[in-house]
């Protein structure tokens, strides 16, 4: 079959390294009620507090880890985009943003005025949660309503456990993990603890310990903190990884809600004063390199490290657009189910 396109949806990034740009982004970002959870007041007053200072704190992050061709995140997302039209048969690839541009929109639309009636939408996000999964469904299901367009939606499912995915991040992390080291610390980016409990109101997340892992089947299917730890887990075992080689952290916190443990900046202190003197981090929660694996770990994570008395953080790449990370990401996109 030839009629069937594929959509690549990632985050999204500022235009530019602009103040201006980067607060237009942070607004859009940080209003999506699956981003910030808060009725729309109290919500519009506290994003409206933080654009105060945020946007020229965050343009300058933009700016030491900007390409020459943009957005690291972007360029890399257009490069799978790229790699990704020569395997998927189908159809075309589109590559949208659900934050910035390309946007979801223009991206739906193009295709459907070149014809196209079945479209696999595929967020690039291996792990479940509202406000990455969930909000690029919505937000395509909105354009298909309110545009009444005529489409069959398929939508590729979190893959956090599956073995393309796996292997492909070991394939990555081999040439990294076959130098010397002392710690491997895998940073998944955080949530605000209230995500996972609005979705699972019955289980406890308290302690930051093994209970999302230990956590039965129907719990797993929609906690982030859950998903996370068995890729952890799957990956050091596909690695032969000993206890004690390898941990777990969860970057990114905003504001003072209690966010999912243990945090990376944290891990980072504890490893360097306990003796660790080269650490390497993976982010595996992403799959294309951005501010938050570049500028968040590379950069400030480094300098800190170093400050708690460690020497070296090497920051080993996301998938990008590994040939392996491309054929893994194909074969599971030709199994996304048809949307309800």
Known sequence: MTDHALLLVNLGS???TSVADVRSYLNQFLMDPYVIDLPWPVRRLLVSLILIKRPEQSAHAYASIW??????????????????????????????????????ESALLRLVAQGYKRITLAPLYPQ??????????????????????DVQLSVLQPFYDQPE??????????????QDYDHLLLSFH???????KK??????FEGGGDCCADAPPEVVATCYRGQCLRTAKEFAKRLGLPDGKWSVSFQSRLGRAKWIEPYTEARLDELAKSGVKKVLVM??????????????????GL??????????????????????????????????PLAL
């Open 14 to 16: 500022p235009a530019s």
């Open 67 to 104: 390409w020459e061709e943009g957005s690291p995140l972007v360029v890399l997302s257009r490069r799978l985009q790229q790699a990704m039209t020569s395997r998927w048969h189908h159809g075309p690839v589109e590559l949208a943003m659900r934050y910035g541009q390309p946007s979801i």
């Open 128 to 149: 479940f949660a509202d406000s990455t999964t969930t909000t690029v469904i919505e937000e395509a299901r909105r354009v298909l309503r309110e545009k009444k367009l």
């Open 283 to 300: 982010c595996p929660a992403f799959v294309a390199d951005c501010i938050e694996t570049l500028e968040e770990i590379g950069d400030r």
């Open 165 to 178: 995915y796996l292997d492909a991040l070991v394939a990555t992390a081999k040439p990294y993990l076959q």
């Open 190 to 196: 955080g949530l605000p603890e209230r995500h996972l």
């Open 199 to 204: 979705l699972n109101p019955g289980h406890s």
């Open 303 to 336: 300098e800190q490290f170093r400050e708690a008395g460690g020497e070296e953080l090497v920051l080993v790449p996301c998938l990008n657009d590994d040939p392996q990370w491309v054929r893994a990401l194909s074969t599971l996109c030709e199994r996304a």
